[in-house]
T-cell receptor, first 113, second 112 residues
Framework: KAGVTQTPRYLIKTRGQQVTLSCSPI?????VSWYQQTPGQGLQFLFE???????NKGNFPGRFSGRQFSNSRSEMNVSTLELGDSALYLC????????????FGNGTRLTVT | SQQGEEDPQALSIQEGENATMNCSYK?????LQWYRQNSGRGLVHLIL?????REKHSGRLRVTLDTSKKSSSLLITASRAADTASYFC????????????FGQGTELSVKP
């Protein structure tokens, strides 16, 4: 089976712009989670989608949003970008979520200038 | 918020030595998982231990769980240079609604 695919791999944006990141999970996986990783804060949970419904949400402002499509592919969007949004954004898929192992993509490295 | 905290933050050893990393967490859990991350890449799942298990093995990996102390340890035996990576524990807590919360990680360096 193909692994989790995240696109794009690198992205450079300017403050105030918006960005959309894409994630294709492993075939058959219905849960997709998103994490933000920074040197200072580590891995922070953003949200989890299961069968097109947001099942869990982390403590991020409303500028961060996501969705999941019927084929389980997921997108996350960040609007009005700030310098502090610069991070590695990781997507992970699993069969059921927290009860089962997460399979991570290699992430999207977002730089906000 | 972080549920797990790893100790030490960084560890440097010689090839062939054993590496032990510890993880402490705050609330009751359903399971605890360990992951490895090579620089700039995604995390790779290593092992999952459930709250009713005390020890689990996978190849050169041994994980223990002490729910009374709210702690876990990951032992890598006979380490190799290829084991150089960051290691994270992650908890699925009772009150976390199924989401996995990661600790800050231990950076392991294995010198040839």
């Amino acid at each position: 089976k193909a692994g989790v695919t995240q696109t794009p791999r690198y992205l450079i944006k300017t403050r105030g712009q918006q960005v959309t990141l894409s994630c294709s999970p492993i075939s058959g996986h219905r849960s997709v989670s998103w994490y933000q990783q920074t040197p200072g804060q580590g891995l922070q949970f953003l949200f989890e989608y299961f069968s097109e419904t947001q099942r869990n949400k982390g403590n991020f402002p409303g500028r961060f949003s996501g969705r999941q499509f019927s084929n389980s592919r997921s997108e996350m969007n960040v609007s009005t970008l700030e310098l502090g949004d610069s991070a590695l954004y990781l997507c992970a898929s699993s069969l059921q979520g927290g009860n089962s192992p997460l399979h991570f993509g290699n992430g999207t490295r977002l730089t906000v200038t | 918020s972080q549920q797990g905290e790893e100790d030490p933050q960084a560890l440097s050893i010689q090839e062939g030595e054993n590496a032990t990393m510890n993880c402490s967490y705050k609330t009751s859990i359903n399971n605890l998982q360990w992951y490895r991350q090579n620089s700039g890449r995604g995390l790779v799942h290593l092992i999952l231990i459930r709250s009713n298990e005390r020890e689990k093995h996978s190849g050169r990996l041994r994980v223990t769980l002490d729910t009374s102390k709210k702690s876990s340890s990951l032992l890598i035996t006979a380490s190799r240079a290829a084991d150089t990576a960051s290691y994270f524990c992650a908890t699925d807590g009772y009150n976390q609604g199924g989401k996995l919360i990661f600790g800050q990680g231990t950076e392991l360096s294995v010198k040839p």
